[in-house]
């Protein structure tokens, strides 16, 4: 009977029945949960603005406080600059100083995720990525072997202008800095903070030198530095255990269309993942991840080869022609794929937030989603101050941010780095097998499908439904493994698969804070009230 039942049943589904059952009924739960989210519609757009000319310059150094600013944010990147927005909507007299206010060019910060745009609409900032020729993402194509899979985002419970956008970064950039800067109580300045300005362990502000060379000082009661992956600040404020598990070789396609429009493209290739996106209605971002730091010469050529014998054959042949193209015309980036977890110094009269604070692989795209999700809890936070100048009370008080904002943060931070290591080609045949199962699972469709990509989208990132789909792939593989008939080589296998599925995700768990992750209210900071005027 048994047997008969086998032959009209999934082979794979057999496999994997007793062990997932239980797994799979929690999921479906954690879905219709899920599935209850609250539609928001956008606002309507607002009409571009001019960054101002001429900002004023400060040319004295001042004692104390400086009267004329509440809030200083170091950096106007995506989060300083839209951060400064939120702050100066709320009526904040916010000063920026920023490296270099011209548009900057970086190959990744370009793809935002539905999760993230939600937060912008929430920020007031949507109208950021109008009239830059932004791409709207509606969700992912996967490949390997020849195979290839669609995931869709599930937005059906969203406004229909809810999605993701790609874009170019420095558009998406110099749109959040007009904002700020149409904004009164908000003033842009070109400088480059060399030092924080310390008392008695107390933060007061910034040592700055201008555009022209001249040493600043500036003052405020809250000093936030986002400056970036780069920071300089951040060793006085953070444990910076930063690292590099990978380089992006980055080129734009022009001139072809994605095999599946309005959709990010995942090859799973070897040796590690290559991802195709828009960024605009005739450029395609092309995004080859090569593991270590160690990249092939680009001067002596050694990159151009190795992009056209190694990657070019590994890609759909919809895109070779133009990839060909793009390798021969030259214009080759590459970039770090820093990954830092978020380990605070609570430090009075300072904040650290962005790349400065917390960093993982961009395989995901979740950075700007975090970045965003950080402002929203900051702002919630500071609403109810109207005095910012006790310091320690202030940065007690604060603490309660770095336990906020986990859940949202810890979920996409672990999940870009165990995607990571699970796209990643292996000769280990355990990993072999969870990679393989991973793409079998996404493509079933349903629950296996739509609970891992509203992780990945930031639209339900939660860490246990996190947690479950991890092992439910890994329980998935081992079916695999054992249908139709078990051995004791298989047995092991499997049993290999779930004890490195074990050792890829328990480790990122440790590392971002189990507690303040699955448990963030049995923190006391998650407890903490205002400090009284």
């Known amino acids: 009977m048994l047997i008969m039942m086998t032959i009209f049943m999934d082979k794979y589904i057999a496999g994997t029945f007793f062990a997932s059952v239980f797994g799979f009924l929690i999921l479906c739960i954690l879905q219709l949960r899920s599935n209850k989210q609250y539609k928001q519609k956008p606002h309507a757009d607002r009409p571009c603005l001019d960054i101002r000319s001429n900002q004023m310059a400060v040319d004295e150094c001042r004692t104390g406080w400086d009267s004329a600013t509440d809030v200083i944010i170091v950096g106007a990147g995506v989060v300083g600059a839209a951060l400064s927005y939120t702050l100066g909507k709320e009526g904040r007299r916010v000063r920026v100083i920023e490296r270099d206010l011209s548009e900057p060019d970086r190959i990744v910060g370009e793809l935002l995720q539905p999760g993230g745009y939600l937060k912008l609409i929430e920020l007031g900032l949507e109208d950021c990525v109008v009239h830059i020729d932004a791409q709207r993402v509606l969700g992912y194509a996967l490949f390997k072997d020849g195979r290839s899979t669609r995931v869709s985002y599930p937005l059906e419970n969203f406004h229909s202008d809810v999605a993701g956008r790609s874009f170019h970064h420095g558009r998406f950039i110099q749109r959040m800095r007009e904002k700020a800067a149409s904004l009164a109580n908000v003033r842009l300045e070109q400088g480059t903070v060399t030092s924080l300005l310390e008392d008695d362990g107390t933060v007061k502000g910034v040592e700055y030198k201008t555009k022209s060379g001249k040493q600043l000082k500036a003052y405020a009661p809250l000093t936030i530095v986002c400056d970036g992956c780069f920071s300089n600040l951040r060793r006085s404020l953070c444990s910076s255990k930063v690292e590099i598990p990978s380089c992006f070789v980055g080129l734009i396609l022009e001139n072809c269309q994605l095999p599946f429009p309005n959709h990010g493209h995942v090859i799973l290739a070897d040796p590690s993942p290559i991802l195709f996106y828009p960024i605009t209605s005739t450029e395609i971002r092309c995004l080859v991840d090569i593991p270590g730091q160690k990249l092939p010469s680009i001067a002596d050529g050694e990159m151009a080869n190795y992009l056209k014998t190694v990657v070019a054959p590994q890609i759909p042949a919809e895109l070779h022609d133009a990839f060909i193209s793009a390798i021969d015309k030259g214009d080759i980036r590459t970039m770090p794929n820093r990954s830092m977890p978020a380990a605070p110094h609570p430090t009075p009269g300072a904040l650290l937030l962005g790349d400065a604070f917390n960093m993982r692989h961009p395989l995901t795209g979740g950075g700007m989603t975090v970045a965003l999700s950080d402002i929203v809890v900051l702002r919630d936070l500071l609403k109810p101050l109207q005095n910012m100048n006790d310091a320690e009370s202030l940065c007690k008080y604060l603490q309660s ?17 165990a995607l990571y290591k699970v796209f990643c080609a292996s000769s280990d045949q355990a990993r072999k097998e969870m990679r393989e ?21 930031g639209l339900n990132p939660r860490p246990l439904s996190l947690v479950l789909h991890f092992f439910a792939v890994a329980t998935y593989g081992v079916g695999r493994l054992l249908t139709p008939f078990p051995s004791p080589k298989k047995l092991w296998i499997g049993a290999r698969l779930i004890s490195g599925a074990s050792s890829i995700i328990f480790p990122i768990i440790k590392a971002e804070g189990a507690r303040q992750m699955f448990f963030p209210a049995s923190v006391p900071a998650y407890y903490r009230d205002p400090p009284q005027a």
């Open 401 to 417: 941010f770095y336990t906020l904002r986990k859940p949202v943060a810890s979920t996409i931070n672990t999940l870009a780095a």
């Open 437 to 457: 199962a991973c793409f079998d699972y996404l493509s079933l469709g349903g629950v296996c499908s739509n609970g891992p990509i509203a992780l990945l989208s």
